[in-house]
């Protein structure tokens, strides 16, 4: 399962929506680098859960240390893409511009995708309010 | 400038928006397929412009005829990072959810966009009711 | 530690060089697909070792059945940058075009290569004899 | 047709390839920064022909002033697919490791190759002496 968003103020969310997801056998895959993207991983990791990281960069330097995996891409923004790709589905939980990027990317090779309250106001994209209702969105995406 | 967007319904839109391009001078970049990434190049070469393709596949055989130059990116999706990044400013016409992607990668990377009415609405992002709105607000964008 | 290469006639040394790297503890990715791609992954989950797959397509169903994690990156030729990259160390068994590809991003990238007799004669990239030389001279290439 | 290679040791032959490219008639495309990249379309530019550089970077101002076009693909290394899978044919002008993975990119994709004496050995690929050599065996590749 992908989790993708940014700022700090989302930072506590992203870590609930990474430990519900790995209570929920799943292993949580995110960009890598700060913010939503580390603490995502930090929450799946607290709960036992098994995670990785897509980096942009050239370097395994810049990744979370809530990492169990590190996959260096070199492909700068265009790893949004197997960010995206490498999820069964994605969870958005605040983000910016590389986020809607991704939103993108997951419905067009159509991957379920849920957005948290406070991430971005997509036309035809699921929201939920709070992490539980997203993980379980997410997990009823699946079993379609 | 690169013109980004799908759906047949808005080809002729597209033709304009290359043309109005071509005679203000610019290259107009697009995915390189069919649809609204043909046919903005159609229109700029009508009006005497030069076009470029930047396909996702292997081969240049998939490219628009109206593409003067055809670049093989090879890397699927991802090409619309390339779309989004080559052009000094972006229009969007029509489209789904690859233009969301290139929406956010052009917008993260500090591309001036503007979408045109029937395009996908996305907050914090200019819109233009005619072509040749869209275009001077691109244009506009540029002296930023 | 990235193992690259194809060509069925070098599975077993392909699975040879995955047990042997997971019985030294070393996390195995390779591009995911068939052949020494499979066997390097089988090689070290028979091992106990632990396994990532990073596929070029958009769908993990192309990927090894011996994968315990897989990345889809959607991008192509180009994940052969993320294979070599995200390998701290590379080794070559067999292999054509497109491993000579990730040995030249391997090496640009500073990441040590080691190509195993029947692999590419690339100069200026170290060849093992066997195996267990390969890997050693792999895992030799990070304590540099 | 591209021309690929680095090394400020090889720009005057780099210059000679764009020309005779550019005399008879071919597009030539580099990955468009400096030494081989750059006296490659310098050479073409001065000999009336057309230009296209395809960046690594995110920004069209790292391209050679000698570019006519510029693709701005934001994806690293893995550029270098697109330098090899856009040219109908490869000439390779002195180069390393970047340039290794740009030749097996090239044959991968079943593009035709030419290494200039001073380039890479790769057995199986194509060698020329002079850059005349070059240009007539690269266009006699297309012809295939």
Known sequence: MSVIGSGSEHEAVAAEVGRLL??????????GLDEVMSWALRGAREAGGTTIAILPGESRAAASPWADHVVVTGIGHARNLAVAASGDAVIA????WGTLA???FAMR???????LEGGPE???VRRAATPADAVELALAGLDR
């Open 22 to 31: 790995a209570q929920r056998g799943c292993v949580v895959i995110t960009g």
């Open 102 to 104: 991704e939103i993108g």
């Open 93 to 96: 939980v605040g983000g910016s």
């Open 109 to 115: 090779l159509g991957r379920p995708v849920v957005v």
């Open 122 to 124: 997509v036309a035809g």
